[in-house]
Structures are given as C-alpha cells and as structure tokens.
C-alpha cells in the first residue's frame, strides 16, 4: 500500500486522518488538509494475468502458440491469451492494434495531445486585424486551415465547427476589403 | 475502428491555470471533464490540448490542502482599494478624483468576487503511479462540489471500503488522537531546536516602534521620529533573518504566521512611508526640497496633526506594531518557556 503525504510539506499523513468530514490540520506543517481515500487505496494494484500453458484440443494465442486463447481481440479478430490481452475502455485489444491506434490517433482514449486547428485559424483571422496590413497574408492562410482541416480531429471534449465557419467568414470579408481597395485604388489611378 | 467513436464528456465547475513557471509565457487553463468510466483533466493553450484521464478504477485518494492564496488577494486588493479611496477623498481636482473612484470601484468589485468564490486551495488526484494536480479545482466550495461529483461513480466501479479497510482505518484513528503531536524527522528534513531569540528580538523592536509612534502621534518630535525610523529598519532586518533562522526548526505555527504577518506589515509601512514622502514633498516649498536628506527631513517634520491622512497613517503604524508586538512576544515567550520546563523534565 502507498502512503499518502501532505502536498505541502511530504510529511506521510497517518490513517487516522483519512476520510474525515473537515479540514484536518496537518501534523507536521499545520496545514488544513481533507483526503478523501477510495478502496482502490487499500486494494493496491492488481497483478499482470499469465497467460494459461496449452492443451490439445484448444485454440493458442497468435502471438504465443504455446499459451491458451482466452479472448479476441476487438479489432482485428485474432486470438489472444490472458498475457497479451490489453483490457481498455471495455474493449480487449492485441498490443498490435493498441501500438497502431496510438499513432494513427484511431483510439480516442490513448490520445494525450491534439491540435485545435479551428482554433488556430480563428486567430489567424482575428489577431492581425490589429495591424490590418498583414492580413493580406494571414487571411488566406486562415482560410486553407479551415478548409484543408475540416475534418480533422479536433478537440477531445466535443466542439461544435462554429470556429472554422467564423475563421472562413472573418478572413472571406478581409479579402473582399483588400479586393475592393485594391480596384478602387486602380481605378482611381 | 471502434474506438474512433468521441466519449460524452460533462463539463465539471471549476476553471484555473497551471503555471509554468515565475514568468510563464503561455497560459495553460485548465479543466475537468466527466466521462461514463473516467476524468478528463484538460491542459489547453488555446492553440492546443494535452489530456490526462484517471480512470475511477484506479483513483486512490483525492487530497485537498487549504491555501491562503485567497486571504492574500484579499488584504491586497482592500489595501489597493483603500489607497484608491482616500486618493479619491484627498486629492484636489475633479477628473483625478474621478479616476480614483472609477478604481476603488473596481477594486472593491474585485474584493466582492474573491470574497463570494471563498477560500482557495490546491486539490492533487492520487492513483497507485502518480500524484497528478488538478489546478481548475481551486476554491474549496467547488472543489468539494466536484469530490461529491466523483464519489458515487468511484463506488459504483470501486464497491464501498469493506468492513476490513474500515476497521484498519478505525484503528489508525483510534491509535492517533485528532491533533498529534508533530511527527519528527520527516523523509530528512531534521526538526531543529530553536528558542526564538531573533523572534524575540524582531518583536521587541516593534513593540517599542509601536509604544514610540503612538507618543508621536500625541506629541510630535523630529528626534522620536527618526529612532522610530530607525527602529523600522531595525526589526526589518530582525524579521528576515527570524524567518530564514525557523525553517525546519520547532518554532510553533502560531509564531511563524505572525512572523509572517509582521512581514507583511514592514511592506505596508513602508509603501506608508511612500505615501508620507509624497505628502512632505508636495506640501513643503519647492526651494527647500534640494537633496534627498531635505526630503527625508521634511517626511521627519511631518506632523500627524497636519493632516487627517497622517494622523490616520500613525494610528494604523501604531495600532499594529503593538497588536503584532505584544502578540508575538507572548507566543515567543510561551514556546521559549515550555521548552526550558521540558529540558528541565528532561
């Protein structure tokens, strides 16, 4: 079992503190400290399956031919033992299809990183109208980030393409100004 | 594949950033998300998230640590909107005083929300790997909202603590009283014994600071002045070096908030002294302001009788060098005097 430590001070808080309805002060710094500990604490880790040796008449694991397949994996079908079994968000996967999903991002729960591009590109429509010059540059530019990332994953959380919409609108009106003052100025010439 | 389908995610109270450093460039805000079978913690720059999910499987222990972040933000933005209001009072001229109202409003608006969002802490998440701080939880109110958010779907995956744990746990009480004595050593961190002298010293020097502006403000003299002058530079140097002599030492807790506070004082009654110069400067005659020593001679003639303002600078210098004075020394003397009784029992 783990201690549990002040986060101040990393004194270890003894049991007796857990749990308690108030603020406790903490016996080494004095700091009002709650810690609400749930049993997964006393339970600890579970221990890694092995994989069961095989028998004769039963189907093995694809990546073990000697141990017993106890389960498919989710994805691509083959069979697996207790070993090679990696249980996630309810589904049993190879280590195969976990390795593939992390890097083509096809498993939503292994991502840990992701660009807001509609973010990126309604800045880039917004900012430089401070300095309106250099939207000459930037609104184009906003505009294929909207388009060329339409589909792309975006946040993890769940938004709405409002920002895309917004980002081609603002940077389509920046262009028709640049386009309009451009004629007018020739026309003028 | 499957999994491509997006998990649901509602939205947890509580918004705060993660800093990066004394001077973080980027700003990192940070939230929570719940999910069917987990915690989404989301770290977003606006240009980009980053995720940590806890599965409710696997949480150990939420810890929650009161801060006193809050009470700071507090004291300094009534101090700034008192500086406001009497800027607002005194100064002569419609569109500065306009001015000073528009900001003691501000101030006082800002004092409104931090006192109505209440008390700040620090709340870390605790799995068997890691210890992982969740910075949008930072008010105490929300953050028990969200810990009572959490609980039935932990016990749902988790099961309630089974009558074993919880007499293990019943025990560990019973052994240790609510409020222990101090747990020595901790991970290498050696309890020093220390009797408070630069403590003692620190205090008495405000104390007499205290004693000696209250006669000025009844009886005011250029020579008292200046030894409270110098009593302040006095007792500044004591505090700092009291508070770098009582890490790690068994100074009680009592003592080193009032150390602290004492600090806090000298910041105050120096920004007051500021104040006061400004006053000395723009009230004496031009002419007679040549050098630095003429503007500290004329901040030493000041009389509290020349003004409200002055008059009401030395009774707050006064009250607080004797409140903290008298109060430290009374915890200093305490600590010094339990500690005698135990080396003697010893």
Not at chain 1, 90 to 101: D, N, Q
Not at chain 2, 16 to 25: D, E, L, T, W
Not at chain 2, 130 to 146: E, G, M, W
């Amino acid at each position: 079992m783990e201690e549990i430590s002040c986060t101040k001070c990393q004194a270890p808080i003894l049991a007796g503190y857990y749990n308690s309805r108030d603020l406790i002060p903490c016996p080494t710094c004095d700091v009002p400290l709650k810690i609400d500990v749930f049993p997964a604490f006393y339970r600890g880790l579970r221990p890694g399956k092995e994989g069961e040796a095989l028998t004769d008449d039963q189907a093995s694991c694809f990546y073990h031919p000697q141990k017993k397949a106890v389960v498919p994996c989710d994805y691509c079908g083959r069979f697996l033992c207790a070993l090679c079994d990696v249980e996630l968000g309810g589904k049993h996967l190879c280590p195969a299809c976990v390795e593939t999903g992390k890097k083509k991002g096809r498993i939503v729960n292994l991502d840990r990183h992701r660009v807001l591009y509609d973010g990126v590109a309604l800045r880039l429509a917004l900012f430089p109208m401070i300095i309106f010059y250099i939207t000459i540059v930037t609104a184009p530019i906003a505009i294929y980030l909207s388009i060329r990332h339409w589909n792309s994953p975006m946040s993890a959380i769940g938004r709405t393409k409002v920002r895309f919409v917004l980002a081609i609108v603002i940077s389509g009106l920046q262009i028709l100004a640049w386009t309009v003052g451009l004629i007018y100025f020739i026309s003028r010439r | 594949m499957d999994g491509k389908e997006e998990t649901k995610y509602k939205r947890l109270p509580g918004r705060g950033h993660r800093r990066g450093g004394f001077i973080s460039v980027s700003l990192t805000r940070c939230s929570l998300y719940l999910a069917d079978n987990h915690v989404l913690a989301v770290d977003s720059t606006g240009f980009s998230e980053d995720y940590k999910r806890f599965h409710f499987s696997d949480i150990q222990a939420i810890i929650t640590r009161k801060t006193r972040r809050g009470a700071f933000w507090s004291a300094f933005l009534a101090l700034m909107m008192a500086c406001s209001f009497m800027g607002a009072l005194f100064l002569e001229g419609e569109p500065l005083r306009i001015f000073f109202w528009i900001f003691s409003g501000t101030f006082l608006a800002l004092l409104l929300v931090n006192a109505f969002r209440g008390p700040t802490c620090i709340c870390h998440i605790m799995t068997a790997v890691q210890r992982y701080q969740l910075p949008s939880l930072n008010r105490l109110r929300v953050a028990h909202k969200v810990i009572e958010m959490f609980r039935p779907a932990i016990d749902r995956v988790q099961g309630k603590l089974i009558p074993e744990e919880v007499t293990f746990d019943q025990n560990e009480g019973m052994l240790h009283p609510a409020h222990p004595l101090r747990q020595s050593p901790v991970r290498g961190h050696e309890i020093r014994h220390d009797d408070g002298t630069m403590h003692v010293m620190a205090f008495a020097l405000i104390l007499l600071d205290g004693i000696l502006t209250g006669i000025n403000l009844f009886h005011h003299t250029v020579i008292m002045a200046t030894l409270s002058s110098l009593l302040a530079a006095g007792y500044c140097i004591c505090i700092v070096i009291a508070l770098v002599k009582q890490h790690d030492t068994d100074i009680p807790s009592s003592v080193r908030r009032i150390t602290w506070a004492s600090l806090g004082f000298v910041c105050i009654s120096y920004f007051l002294s500021y104040v006061l110069m400004v006053i000395s400067m723009v009230t004496s005659k031009p002419e007679k302001i040549a050098t630095q020593w003429d503007v500290y001679r004329a901040m030493l003639n000041l009389s509290p009788h020349d003004s409200s303002l002055v008059m009401g600078i030395y009774a707050f210098v006064a009250a607080c060098s004797l409140v903290l004075g008298t109060l430290g020394l009374v915890r200093v003397m305490r600590h010094r005097n339990g500690s005698a009784n135990l080396s003697r029992a010893g």
